[in-house]
């Protein structure tokens, strides 16, 4: 059963537009949640977290939204630029020392 | 800065063959975890290690070992390699305390044939 499930495979936005990408979670234990970026052939990139005591968190470009009594965040990328192009994970950890938990990707594609 | 870095990047085996995948991280991170990615399922977590001379196991250990003899490497080892075990394997480590975020390596495609 995923805990952690990102249900857009893909999003296409144009240059210069918003990109929202979306993770919903299912384990109420889950402490931080954070965004990854990741290009071809390379490992995942840390972009930005929030812990479950807030509800925004940002970081230049990028904003994620914590809902948790709907257990659903976003992330915003504002404006989209062309090297926005990857593959962003959603994923959740509790307090523990016990790693993290992802969901599938999402390929996000910025055309000009 | 190194970061984390793995070792081999690329590698071929036979099924039955055994081999060990090293993980250095120069950080002086406490925590290390092996992670494999296939195509439409994520990242899953295979073991990890809070420290020197610990492992533990995560969502999906089997046919796998591993060892952390030094804080600074986490090597997994395959014993006997199946086609199944196929994939993307990533490591990464982190500094102890809750919320901390994980640095990955580049990754290593092993192919199982």
């Known amino acids: 059963d995923q805990q952690v499930k990102q249900n857009s495979p893909s999003l296409s936005v144009q240059e210069g537009r918003i990109s929202i990408l979306n993770c919903d979670y299912t384990?109420?234990?889950?402490?931080?949640f954070l965004w990854y970026k990741k290009y071809p052939a390379e490992g995942p990139t840390f972009l930005i977290s929030?812990?479950?005591?807030?509800d925004k968190n940002e970081d230049g470009r990028f904003t994620v939204f914590l809902n948790k009594s709907a257990k659903h965040l976003s992330l915003h990328i504002v404006p989209s630029q062309p090297g926005d192009s990857a593959v962003y994970f959603c994923a959740a950890m509790g307090r523990g020392a016990d790693g993290l938990t992802f969901g599938k990707g999402t390929h996000l594609i910025i055309q000009p | 800065n190194a970061g984390v870095t793995q070792t081999p990047k690329f590698r071929v085996l036979k099924t039955g063959q055994s081999m060990t995948l090293l993980c250095a991280q120069d950080m002086n991170h406490e925590y290390m975890y092996w992670y494999r990615q296939d195509p439409g399922m994520g990242l899953r977590l295979i073991h990890y290690?809070?420290?020197?001379?610990?492992?533990a196991k995560g969502e999906v250990p089997d046919g796998y070992n591993v060892s952390r003899l030094k804080k600074q490497n986490f090597l997994l080892g395959l014993e006997s390699a199946a086609p199944s075990q196929t994939s993307v394997y990533f490591c990464a480590s982190r500094q102890q305390g809750a919320g901390t975020e994980a640095f990955f390596g580049q990754g290593t495609r092993l192919t199982v044939v």
């Open positions: 384990n109420s234990m889950f402490d931080y």
């Open positions: 290690s809070v420290g020197e001379g610990t492992t």
């Open positions: 929030i812990s479950s005591i807030k």
